[in-house]
C-alpha cells in the first residue's frame, strides 16, 4: 500500500500564512486524484481540497479564496498553499491520493499519511 509524507505544518498568527507539501512513497505511480483533508478538535476528518491529474480543482467553502491546491504530475507531488489562516484552522491535516475521480468522502480513501499539524493562533 502506498505511504504518503507530508510536510511544512506549523504555528502562525492569524492571518499568516503555512505551505503544506506531500509525497507518496511509490513516485512513479500516476495518482489520479490526490487530497487534503484536516482533522480539527472535537470534528471527523473533514475535507479540504482535491484536485486531479488534468487540474480539475474543488474546495471546501471554509478554505476556497485563501487556499490553493497544487501538484506536480512529474514529481508526483502535492501541496497546499494556505493563506489568511484563522484559529479555526488549526488541526491536523493529511494528504491522501486515489486512482480514480476525486471524492470528498474520506472513506473513498485508502492511503494516508501520517499527517502534520497546524496551529493558528488569534
Known amino acids: 500500500q502506498v505511504r504518503l509524507w507530508e510536510s511544512g505544518g506549523g504555528s502562525v498568527q492569524a492571518g499568516g500564512s503555512l505551505r503544506l507539501s506531500c509525497a507518496p512513497s511509490d513516485s512513479t505511480r500516476t495518482h489520479y486524484c490526490m487530497a487534503w483533508f484536516r482533522q480539527t478538535a472535537g470534528r471527523e476528518r473533514e475535507w479540504v481540497a482535491f484536485?486531479?491529474?488534468?487540474?480539475?480543482?474543488n474546495y471546501a467553502y471554509f478554505v476556497k479564496g485563501r487556499f490553493t491546491i497544487s501538484r506536480d504530475n512529474g514529481k508526483n507531488t502535492l501541496a497546499l498553499q494556505m493563506n489568511s489562516l484563522k484559529p479555526q484552522d488549526t488541526g491536523m491535516y493529511y494528504c491522501?491520493?486515489?486512482?480514480?475521480?476525486?471524492?470528498?468522502?474520506?472513506?473513498?480513501?485508502?492511503?494516508w499519511g501520517q499527517g502534520t499539524q497546524v496551529t493558528v493562533s488569534s
Open positions: 484536485i486531479d491529474r488534468d487540474g480539475n480543482k
Open positions: 491522501t491520493s486515489r486512482l480514480t475521480s476525486c471524492s470528498a468522502n474520506h472513506f473513498d480513501y485508502a492511503s
